[in-house]
């Protein structure tokens, strides 16, 4: 088994990666810490002042910040969807899409960190913005999310669904095979059940 600490304030997010991690034998602790997100033009940036601001917890640490982006409204909301969601809900999306593409992706980028070391990890997931919000599973944008190929939105399916699929499970899943090949920031890193080279 091998522990990680995931900080973020939404409980949501902190079910899927620990359901998504379990699997590679890692055993997810939520810390519920409110961490600085800069005003930045990219998810990576906000990750990197994440990792700054959680220097001091031990072991492997995980952060993520996601985004929802609509291409025909030049990637809004983008980096800003967690203010935008909370001022503006839902309504000026479906307002601002009349006679737009309503093509639309989520991306996720998780910043894993031990001491020094970091790696970033990236999930995308594509789908389109549907007529209305439906389902009360999930959180976030999910009621108004609808991955391609499929008839129904991210919250009208049960987690197992979402995470079969989602930018955030793919993410994390990515985080999970570089653990458990103990290979997380691209060299050997000790990592689960492998023993240190010697002069490493
Ligand atoms: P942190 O403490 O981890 O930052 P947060 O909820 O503020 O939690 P983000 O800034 O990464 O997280 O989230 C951006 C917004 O996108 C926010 O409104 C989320 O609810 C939403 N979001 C993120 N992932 C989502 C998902 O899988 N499905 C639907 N909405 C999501």
Redo the contacts with the bound molecule.
């Keep these: 088994m091998t522990d990680l600490r995931f900080v ?3 409980p949501g ?1 902190s079910r ?1 990666v620990a359901a998504v991690l379990r699997p590679f034998g890692v055993r997810v602790r939520w810390t519920r810490r ?2 600085p ?1 800069p005003q930045a033009d990219t998810l990576e940036e906000v990750v990197a002042s994440k990792l700054d601001a959680v220097r001091d917890l031990r072991g492997y640490v995980l ?6 982006f609509i291409p025909s409204l030049a990637g809004f909301p983008g980096v800003y ?2 203010h935008f ?2 001022v503006w809900g839902f309504g000026p999306i479906f307002e601002l899409l009349r006679g737009r593409s309503r093509r639309a992706f ?1 991306r ?1 980028v998780a910043g894993l960190q031990r001491g020094r070391r970091r790696a970033i990890f990236v999930g995308e997931v594509k789908g389109s913005i549907a007529r209305r919000a439906v389902g009360k599973n ?5 009621p108004i ?1 609808v991955p391609t190929g499929w008839k129904q939105t ?1 919250a009208e399916v049960d987690a197992e669904a979402k995470n079969a699929i ?3 499970a793919r993410a994390v899943r990515k985080v999970g095979n570089a653990l458990s090949a103990g290979r997380a920031f691209g060299g050997s890193v000790g990592g689960p059940g492998r023993p240190r080279g010697p002069g490493r």
């Design positions: 973020s304030t939404n997010k899927e409110e961490l997100e952060v993520e910040d996601s985004g929802l969807s967690a969601l909370k989520f996720t999930g959180f976030g944008y999910d999310f991210f989602s930018h955030r």
